[in-house]
C-alpha cells in the first residue's frame, strides 16, 4: 500500500540555523499539504500545496517558512531562522480528491 | 469559528465494551468529518469519514454518528480492544478556500484495558 514517507525522523538543530523537511508523497496525489504538533497537543495545519503553488497558508507559516515541491515528486518544507517554539512533529500529508489526507509518519523537530 | 471541540480529553474503556468520542463544530461550511487514529511516534491515521448528508456511516467496529443540526459527530468503537488504545482526534474541513485543510480537535486518548 502506498505511503507518504517522511526524512528526516529527528532533526536536532540550533536557534537560528535553517532546516529542511522532506516529503515524498504518495505518487498519483496532487494535494500536499504540512502540519504540525506540539508535543501532547493537536494537530495545527501549516499550508495547503497545489498546482505548484501554495492554495492556503495559517498565520503559523510566516516568512520564516517556505515550501517547495523541487523534483515532481519530493515536497519540502524550510524553516529559515528556527527558533525554540518551532520544535513539535511535523507531518507531510497527501491527498488525491483532496479530502482523504493521508500522514507520513512525521519528522520530530528539536531546536536547542 | 474555525473550532472543533472534542470530549472527552481521556477514556478508559473495559475491554469488549463501547468507546464513544465527541465532537461539536461552529463552522457551517465544513462538509468533510473525518476520524484520525493516532499511536505514540506515528503519525495520524485516516479510520473513517462521513460527509454531511448521511447520519451514520459504519465501517467494522467503527461508526461515526453525525447529527447536523446540533453541528455534532461522535465516534463509536464497538467492543473494544486493548489495541484500540491510541489517540483519536476528530477533524473537519470544507472545500470553500480551495485547500481543504483539515481542523482538528484536541484529541481524546482512549485506554483500553483488558
Same mark, same amino acid.
Given at each position: 500500500?502506498?505511503?507518504?514517507?517522511?526524512?528526516?525522523?529527528?532533526?536536532?538543530?540550533?536557534?537560528?540555523?535553517?532546516?529542511?523537511?522532506?516529503?515524498?508523497?504518495?505518487?498519483?496525489?496532487?494535494?500536499?499539504?504540512?502540519?504540525?504538533?506540539?508535543?501532547?497537543?493537536?494537530?495545527?495545519?501549516?499550508?495547503?500545496?497545489?498546482?505548484?503553488?501554495?492554495?492556503?497558508?495559517?498565520?503559523?507559516?510566516?516568512?520564516?517558512?517556505?515550501?517547495?515541491?523541487?523534483?515532481?515528486?519530493?515536497?519540502?518544507?524550510?524553516?529559515?531562522?528556527?527558533?525554540?517554539?518551532?520544535?513539535?512533529?511535523?507531518?507531510?500529508?497527501?491527498?488525491?480528491?483532496?479530502?482523504?489526507?493521508?500522514?507520513?509518519?512525521?519528522?520530530?523537530?528539536?531546536?536547542? | /469559528? @474555525?473550532?472543533?471541540?472534542?470530549? $472527552?480529553?481521556? &477514556? %478508559?474503556?473495559?475491554?469488549?465494551?463501547? +468507546?464513544?468520542?465527541?465532537?461539536?463544530?461552529?463552522?457551517?461550511?465544513?462538509?468533510?468529518?473525518?476520524?484520525? /487514529? @493516532?499511536?505514540?511516534?506515528?503519525? $495520524?491515521?485516516? &479510520? %473513517?469519514?462521513?460527509?454531511?448528508?448521511? +447520519?451514520?456511516?459504519?465501517?467494522?467496529?467503527?461508526?461515526?454518528?453525525?447529527?447536523?443540526?446540533?453541528?455534532?459527530?461522535?465516534?463509536?468503537?464497538?467492543?473494544?480492544?486493548?489495541?484500540?488504545?491510541?489517540?483519536?482526534?476528530?477533524?473537519?474541513?470544507?472545500?470553500?478556500?480551495?485547500?481543504?485543510?483539515?481542523?482538528?480537535?484536541?484529541?481524546?486518548?482512549?485506554?483500553?484495558?483488558?
Amino acid at each position: 500500500e502506498p505511503e507518504v514517507t517522511q526524512t528526516p525522523s529527528h532533526q536536532v538543530t540550533q536557534m537560528g540555523q535553517e532546516v529542511i523537511l522532506r516529503c515524498v508523497p504518495i505518487s498519483n496525489h496532487l494535494y500536499f499539504y504540512w502540519y504540525r504538533q506540539i508535543l501532547g497537543q493537536k494537530v495545527e495545519f501549516l499550508v495547503s500545496f497545489y498546482n505548484n503553488e501554495i492554495s492556503e497558508k495559517s498565520e503559523i507559516f510566516d516568512d520564516q517558512f517556505s515550501v517547495e515541491r523541487p523534483d515532481g515528486s519530493n515536497f519540502t518544507l524550510k524553516i529559515r531562522s528556527t527558533k525554540l517554539e518551532d520544535s513539535a512533529m511535523y507531518f507531510c500529508a497527501s491527498s488525491a480528491l483532496a479530502y482523504e489526507q493521508y500522514f507520513g509518519p512525521g519528522t520530530r523537530l528539536t531546536v536547542t | /469559528q @474555525q473550532q472543533v471541540k472534542q470530549s $472527552p480529553q481521556s &477514556l %478508559i474503556v473495559q475491554k469488549g465494551g463501547i +468507546s464513544i468520542i465527541n465532537c461539536a463544530y461552529e463552522n457551517t461550511a465544513f462538509d468533510y468529518f473525518p476520524w484520525y /487514529q @493516532q499511536f505514540p511516534g506515528k503519525g $495520524p491515521a485516516l &479510520l %473513517i469519514a462521513i460527509r454531511p448528508d448521511v +447520519s451514520e456511516k459504519k465501517e467494522g467496529r467503527f461508526t461515526i454518528s453525525f447529527n447536523k443540526s446540533a453541528k455534532q459527530f461522535s465516534l463509536h468503537i464497538m467492543d473494544s480492544q486493548p489495541g484500540d488504545s491510541a489517540t483519536y482526534f476528530c477533524a473537519a474541513s470544507y472545500s470553500g478556500a480551495g485547500s481543504y485543510q483539515l481542523t482538528f480537535g484536541k484529541g481524546t486518548k482512549l485506554s483500553v484495558i483488558p
